[in-house]
């Protein structure tokens, strides 16, 4: 079992940067692949970027280039960096958590066993 909380959401002005983290409690959260989500109003949530155990990475090419995962094994966190926002990029951001193998990275939301609350981002035009 594992606790998620996220936090660093807010509004910026397009353009602008947030910084999303995620933090873990519970089981070892080395033995986890991570990911983010996001769900905009009326519209289905979806995969944003996620990261292996063993570091790998995997994006949305809606946010390729701009956005990029991290994660702190040492403070059981991940993190979201968020550059170059656009206004479409305004949803409820959701980490999420899930077992697998070392070097797979997780891209679809019905894998993953466990959430966070959620935490909004609005951008602005």
């Known amino acids: 079992q594992v606790q998620l909380v996220e936090s660093g959401g807010g509004s910026v002005q397009a353009g602008g940067s947030l910084r999303l983290s995620c933090a873990a409690s519970g089981r070892a959260f080395n033995s986890y692949a991570m990911g983010w989500f996001r769900q905009a109003p009326g519209k289905e949530r979806e995969f944003v970027a996620g990261?292996?155990?063993?570091?790998?990475?995997g994006y949305a090419v809606a946010v390729k280039g701009r956005f990029t995962i991290s994660r702190d094994n040492a403070k059981a966190t991940v993190h979201l960096q968020m550059n170059s926002l656009k206004p479409e990029d305004t949803a409820v951001y959701y980490c999420a958590a899930v077992s697998a193998f070392p070097t797979v990275v997780v891209t679809t939301q019905y894998n993953y066993d466990y959430w966070g609350q959620g935490t909004q981002v609005t951008v602005s035009s």
């Open positions: 990261i292996s155990r063993s570091g790998s990475t």
